[in-house]
């Protein structure tokens, strides 16, 4: 009898089930749009250009070693990663109360937020601070807080299923009846899974609320120039929260604008009252990186750093970026295109209206299951489709598809 014959089998994580039965299904028309990653028109994962180029610049720098880094990681890296979503004249980092952890992908600098924030703040190792997550959200979300100790994890009103758009009245009501110091996570763009993003307006409006209320700003930002082309316009929210005096912090991730998944880099930028908080805050997060990992990678960190901290490599970078978000707003444009063209029932311009990798739909569960067991097309039970398993080649069977689901399942 083992030790371990008391352990519950898990549940598989979704996104990674829908793949391997992906993998696993032997028609010709199978066409995956779960996985969470770029692809290139022929359906493949894409190196980016200036990766390539700097892979090569690292492997012949002789005097790169294998030591370790800093715990809090390469200090390049570090800055240039708070300063491309800052923006370089941000007034934090001239004030000198910016700070950043690396971190193990953008999931490693929500939980070193999570850790940080359930020790330190609202009070010494306070779990019942309230912690909202947007409906929907990304799944990770919910289980980095819960994980990291907070008791009360809640959702906040988002998305209008009716309207296929944001519920800015109900986001704003539980801005304005949830606890003082409340912790809210925000998607910086490209919000995840259903691309809806709030205007600047309304983002003036939450940020409003939230400086009244005294409500605690942490900024995912996983699609930085992912999602409009542009580094500043897909930064714009953080850095205007930032600009109004917010204390907070802002989880990066580099695994899609950069297309480094598997290097698993990403940064934790905290933004500091002061200085002298900034140094403290600092000092306990190297405390929380030491019993995590303690002591991050080098090769994203300096696959990244070496990007950003060059001007021309930089503006190579930005134009590989461009190209990926290009893609995505092209597909988005020929399928709503196409579903109006065959007269899908319902309205379809959120496609469109709709921004970042991920497009929300709209389809019931039940259209859902049609489409993966019926067409062999692979999504999200969520409705949740990556715009980036659109091809030329596959438009309009997919297109067809979801005009019969749509049509004939109810």
């Known amino acids: 009898m083992s030790v371990f014959s008391e352990v519950p089998q898990a549940a598989p994580v979704a996104v990674f089930k829908l793949n391997q039965d992906f993998n696993s299904d032997k028609s010709p028309k199978k066409v995956n749009l779960g996985v969470g990653a770029y692809r290139t028109e022929e359906c493949q994962p894409w190196i980016l250009p200036v990766v390539k180029k700097v892979e090569k610049i690292i492997v012949q720098n002789d005097k790169l070693n294998h030591e370790y880094l800093p715990i809090l990681g390469l200090p390049e890296f570090r800055s240039a990663a708070s300063k491309i979503a800052l923006g370089d004249n941000s007034p934090a980092i001239q004030e000198n109360r910016v700070g950043a952890v690396q971190c193990l992908g953008g999931t490693g600098a929500l939980k070193m937020g999570a850790e940080f924030l359930r020790r330190f703040y609202n009070g010494q190792n306070n779990t019942k601070t309230p912690v909202y997550v947007s409906a929907p959200t990304w799944e990770n979300h919910n289980g980095v807080f819960i994980n990291a100790g907070f008791e009360d994890v809640r959702p906040y009103k988002y998305w209008d299923a009716e309207k296929r758009g944001l519920d800015l009245a109900g986001f704003l009501g539980d801005l304005e009846s949830c606890p003082e110091r409340s912790i809210f996570l925000l998607h910086a763009c490209a919000h995840n899974p259903t691309g809806t993003d709030p205007t600047q307006e309304q983002w003036r409006k939450i940020a409003e609320i939230m400086m009244k209320r005294k409500l605690f700003v942490f900024f995912d930002s996983a699609y930085q120039g992912f999602a409009s082309g542009s580094l500043e316009k897909d930064a714009w929210a953080v850095r205007y929260f930032v600009s109004l005096g917010f204390e907070m912090f802002c989880a990066q991730s ?73 893609r995505v707003l092209l597909m988005r444009a020929q399928l709503r295109a196409k579903l109006q063209a065959l007269g899908t029932p319902g309205t379809w311009n959120h496609i469109t209206d709709q921004i970042g990798m991920f497009s929300f739909t709209g389809l019931t569960p039940k259209q859902v299951e049609y489409m993966v067991k019926e067409k062999h097309v692979y999504m999200m039970a969520s409705g949740r489709i990556n715009m980036c398993g659109l091809t030329s080649k596959n438009i309009d069977y997919v297109a067809e598809s979801i005009h019969e689901a749509v049509a004939n399942v109810h």
């Open 254 to 326: 580099f695994s899609k604008n950069f297309g480094l998944y598997n290097e698993r880099i990403g940064n934790l930028t905290i933004v500091a009252h002061d200085a002298d908080n900034l140094k403290r805050i600092l000092s306990q997060m190297e405390r929380i990186v030491r019993i995590t990992w303690s002591n991050p990678p080098s090769q994203g960190a300096r696959i990244v750093a070496t990007t950003l901290n060059s001007p021309e490599l930089f503006t190579e970078w930005k134009g590989n970026v461009k190209t990926m978000a290009d």
